[in-house]
């Protein structure tokens, strides 16, 4: 049994995994980096270990630092959590060299599923069906092409050494082959320092299934059913959910033996994923399913596989890594009901899901949900790791009732201070198909553009903003000693985007008052529960942040409030000078100086937090100088390139 346990990692995985631990008894000890000293996980924990920068490779990568605060703490296991050195097969053997237990597979397991050509062998010999393609050593162009035509297309160019969608490219027609595999080679190399790829047959219509399994040190292995991770965007899943909608009796018991061999194959211990691509062109049949990969970790979504079975699969590890067999055989593993988990990032979506930073200044969940988080009010999203802000987890007796508390519990999320893409998420929620059970891998991308689109803001959240800017959320009673300017009418200017919105507000009695925008008239009145606008209940709340208000309705409206001294400094440099939204590599610059370039132009690409992204011209211009290179490793606004001024032309006084 373990006794202490060190979590090698942060956020809102670090925090879950510290409440099971704590739940078992164990001690814990938390690794931070130095920006996260105030961070919620080491907080949670028994005791906290410093361990360098917030580099990642200074801190959460460094694994000779993790075992060594582990021996000086006198932990006996450490848990590495998802992502950071979860996967890392040298790191796993360094721990077990220490005399520690890792929580988790063996490094041989780890190394055998690693690499997607060697995992496909592998899966084959233990009889579990893999996508047809080719999978071998020769790397040749005119060889792969071959197994290209061979496969029949649309074909997928996969890198071996390949995650997060790196290095993968779908090629549709002969022609287009060799320049695809160049580009996917690239990338390959760039990112993996392996440019060795696979073909496979791309599945039409593909749905992405997973299948929990769970092995223990005495030959044990089980699975606890399927995930259907559909709904994704650029390879990264988006809403999860189990079981999969449409999934047969008879198709369930051959995804989960083919999971079951697969972990048996390797002999594994402890929790992993194995991913399949369903075919689901012709709804769900035992022979539509192929091998995709196994993660040999516990997976980010491991939530809903916990809701619709009612165990701790963190738990599970603990004991099972304790040396216990595992708790309970196959068939007494309860599967009740249906469960969604939605993840919710600090992100631009109008802005093509750039990730944001910010610090937090409100943060309120709905009770409807469980909720995973890693962050508190006043947190900051920093540039330095993943913008996750927490795991919306929503059960319920059938699917339909799981997804309609998803989509209130989004919309009751409160979050202020950063961006999110909580609109997203609600949208997505409500989409017809996804209602339906009609998933596949494409259906965020068909529509998407309605599934970004927010609107105007109702005429009732304005003058609600415009109530709380005024300050009268704030007043006792808002006439009390203030007869003087009472009857005159106040105005409120609220900045919505390029917008610029005139509330005035005229008292009209003790708790009264009449908002009129656009030339209507809405009398408001604050009672006991809070305020009316125009005989409707108004959205209870509204939070002041440092510039502007945000009113959450249904979904998080946001104003900006024009600071009256401020005026004027918007005019001169700024808007001359492109910076670095986020520390990031500069991939690529496509501007010299002397250039002519026109508003939406790409002039450079940030490659940051595993995304690229593209910096282009906000107004049309020339481009004064180039203050970067490619190749260069850049800090938060670090001033990249910059634009002649727009009165430059006309020469200075
Ligand atoms: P990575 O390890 O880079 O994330 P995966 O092999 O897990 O790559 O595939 C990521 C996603 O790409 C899958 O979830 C699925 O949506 C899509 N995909 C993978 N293989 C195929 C295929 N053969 N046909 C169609 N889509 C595929």
Request: glycine content about 12%; some cysteine.
């Amino acid at each position: 049994m373990i006794r202490k346990l060190l979590i090698a990692n942060r956020g809102e995985i670090a925090c879950r995994i510290i409440r099971s631990a704590r739940a078992m008894g164990m001690a814990t000890v938390a690794v931070y980096s130095d920006v996260d000293a105030g961070a919620l996980h080491v907080e949670m924990a028994d005791e906290a270990v410093l361990l360098g920068g917030a580099a990642p490779a200074q801190s959460y990568l460094d694994g000779a630092g993790v075992i060594a605060a582990a021996l000086a703490c006198g932990a006996d296991a450490i848990h590495p959590g998802y992502g950071f050195l979860s996967e890392n097969p040298d790191f796993v053997a360094a721990v077990a060299a220490a005399g520690l237990i890792f929580v988790g597979p063996s490094a041989d397991a780890i190394r055998g599923m690693g690499l997607k050509d060697a995992a496909k062998v592998l899966m084959e010999a233990a009889g579990v069906p893999v996508v047809p393609g080719y999978h071998g050593d020769n790397q040749d162009p005119e060889h792969l092409s071959g197994a290209a035509d061979a496969i029949g297309y649309p074909v997928l160019i996969k890198a071996v050494a390949g995650g997060g969608g790196k290095g993968m490219r779908r090629v549709d027609r002969a022609q287009d082959f060799f320049e695809a595999l160049a580009s996917a080679r690239a990338e390959a190399q760039g990112a993996f320092g392996n440019a060795d790829v696979l073909i496979e047959k791309y599945i039409q219509r593909p749905r992405h299934i997973e299948v929990q399994v769970f092995g223990d040190n005495h030959g044990g292995a089980v699975h606890l059913y399927e995930r259907d991770c559909s709904l994704q965007r650029r390879h990264q899943k988006v809403i999860e959910e189990a079981p999969a909608p449409g999934m047969t009796p008879e198709m369930r018991a051959a995804m989960g033996q083919a999971a079951v061999r697969a972990a048996q194959a390797i002999g594994y211990s402890g929790a992993g994923t194995v991913e399949f691509i369903v075919d689901g062109s012709h709804g769900l049949h035992p022979e539509g399913f192929w091998f995709m990969e196994m993660n040999t970790r516990l997976q980010v979504e491991h939530p809903v596989t916990e809701a619709v079975t009612g165990l701790d699969l963190v738990e599970w590890q603990l004991r099972v890594a304790g040396g216990e067999p595992l708790p309970l055989a196959q068939d007494q593993i309860p599967l009740l009901g249906h469960a969604f988990e939605a993840r919710l990032y600090a992100e631009d979506v109008p802005a093509g899901f750039l990730p944001a930073t910010g610090t937090i200044a409100h943060l309120r969940f709905s009770d409807l949900a469980r909720n995973d988080s890693g962050v508190r009010d006043g947190d900051e999203i920093s540039p330095w790791y993943d913008p996750m802000i927490a795991k919306v987890i929503t059960h319920g007796p059938t699917r339909a009732v799981a997804l309609s508390r998803l989509t209130r519990a989004l919309e009751e999320t409160e979050v202020a201070g950063t961006v999110t893409n909580i609109a997203f998420l609600a949208a997505l929620s409500r989409h017809a198909g996804f209602a339906a059970g009609d998933v596949d891998t494409g259906l965020i991308d068909r529509d998407l553009a309605d599934l970004v689109e927010t609107g105007a803001p109702p005429a009732a959240v304005i003058v609600r903003a415009a109530l709380a800017v005024a300050g009268w959320d704030d007043m006792a009673d808002p006439l009390a000693g203030v007869s003087l300017w009472a009857p005159l009418g106040q105005g409120v200017t609220l900045g919505r985007g390029d917008d610029s919105l005139a509330v005035t507000l005229c008292p009209r009695g003790p708790s009264r008052v009449d908002a009129v925008l656009d030339g209507a008239r809405y009398p408001c009145e604050r009672r006991p529960g809070g305020w009316w606008i125009d005989a409707q209940p108004a959205p209870a709340s509204a939070v002041q942040l440092a510039g502007g208000v945000v009113v959450f309705a249904g979904a998080a409206w946001a104003f900006d409030v024009p600071d009256p001294l401020d005026r004027g400094s918007a005019s001169g440099a700024t808007g001359n000078l492109i910076e670095a939204p986020m520390p990031g590599l500069v991939k690529a610059v496509f501007v010299v100086a002397g250039q002519a370039v026109a508003t939406g132009d790409r002039l450079a690409i940030l490659e940051a937090m595993k995304m690229e992204h593209a910096l282009t011209a906000s107004r049309d211009g020339i481009v004064a100088e180039v203050l970067t290179t490619e190749g260069a490793q850049v800090a938060a606004h670090d001033a990249l390139i910059r634009l002649e001024d727009d009165t430059e032309v006309e020469g200075a006084a």
